[in-house]
DNA sequence: ACCCCTGTTCGGCG
DNA sequence: CCGCCGAACAGGGG
């Protein structure tokens, strides 16, 4: 689930436990959430200390904690963050939990492509990174997008879309909701995109970015009813423009929706793709 | 049983 | 060395 919206979502759900003490932390030191971390220096540290803020950076998440401690929460696939009380329990797929004389600080993640980093110093950690622009910041310019997309002019711009490096907090919704409303062939070499055609990008990818934002939310519910997030995954999903039926293909190995009749494929000069 | 998956990383290859 | 691609990771759900 987690994208740069949902991302944001779910950082705020610790939010009630700013200003508090931990005074227990349970966690799953062996589970490959804490792969490259020492989960048992973590639970030392923290115990005891208080959260004192937090911050999001695309998909990633830091939490400071005082005593010089900083936290770092990736959701991968499947990962979210929850509330409990402070008599929880924690079950499976409760791989790390913050417990406060008020309420329980929970990180649940069944399939474990999400990941838990610690970091004890005055300075925050070297793992979080501010050299990528924020999609929803000053420094996300169309001079940064057309560098990008001549750095990476072989790959297909669905794959470009998805690179961290590039578009911070963008995943596989987003980027397809992206190049629909960009009129975007998702195979398309990155390359070859025309000055209209990288216009209509720039603009997609920050409106979908700030509209998602604006309406975050556990799941897509709440999105406005004519975006693609609804159809495309749908057996028979239409183009919310005029009805068509969406295509579904994998395209730089994610599954990839998109509209056959606005999405302009006949422009995508000898791309292999069956059933054009 | 079988196939699917809103993410990232790593090895192989050109 | 660089960039692209497919596989692997782990488990739940359709």
Redesign the pocket.
């Known amino acids: 689930?987690?994208?740069l919206a949902?991302v944001e979502y779910f950082r705020r759900q610790w939010d009630p436990g700013l200003g508090h003490r931990v005074v227990r932390v349970s966690l799953h030191a062996r589970k490959?959430v804490f792969r490259g971390t020492n989960a048992r220096a973590l639970q030392r540290e923290l115990t005891g200390t208080r959260l004192l803020s937090s911050a999001a950076r695309g998909?990633r998440m830091l939490f400071r904690f005082s005593n010089d401690n900083w936290l770092g929460l990736?959701l991968?696939?499947?990962g979210r963050l929850e509330i409990a009380s402070p008599n929880f329990h924690p079950q499976?797929?409760h791989h790390l939990v913050l417990f406060q004389p008020g309420r329980a600080l929970v990180f649940r993640d069944?399939?474990?492509?999400g990941r838990v980093q610690f970091h004890h110093s005055t300075t925050a950690p070297g793992w979080w990174d501010e050299t990528v622009p924020e999609i929803v910041s000053l420094q996300f310019t169309r001079a940064f997008l057309d560098r990008f997309l001549t750095?990476?002019?072989?790959?297909?711009i669905k794959?470009v879309l998805?690179m961290?490096s590039g578009f911070s907090g963008i995943?596989?919704?987003m980027a397809d909701e992206i190049l629909w409303r960009a009129k975007i062939f998702p195979a398309r070499r990155a390359g070859e995109l025309n000055e209209n055609e990288r216009a209509r990008l720039f603009r997609a990818i920050r409106f979908v970015a700030r509209r998602s934002l604006r309406i975050i939310g556990p799941?897509?519910l709440d999105l406005p009813r004519d975006w693609l997030i609804h159809q495309r995954?749908r057996a028979g999903g239409k183009c919310p423009r005029h009805g068509t039926i969406l295509r579904r293909e994998t395209i730089?190995?994610?599954?990839t929706a998109w509209c056959p009749k606005c999405q302009y494929p006949e422009r995508s000069r000898g791309i292999p793709l069956r059933n054009l």
């Open positions: 689930m987690p994208e949902e490959r998909k990736h991968g696939m499947t499976k797929h069944s399939r474990q492509f750095r990476h002019s072989k790959a297909p794959a998805l961290q995943g596989n919704w799941d897509d995954w730089a190995g994610r599954t």
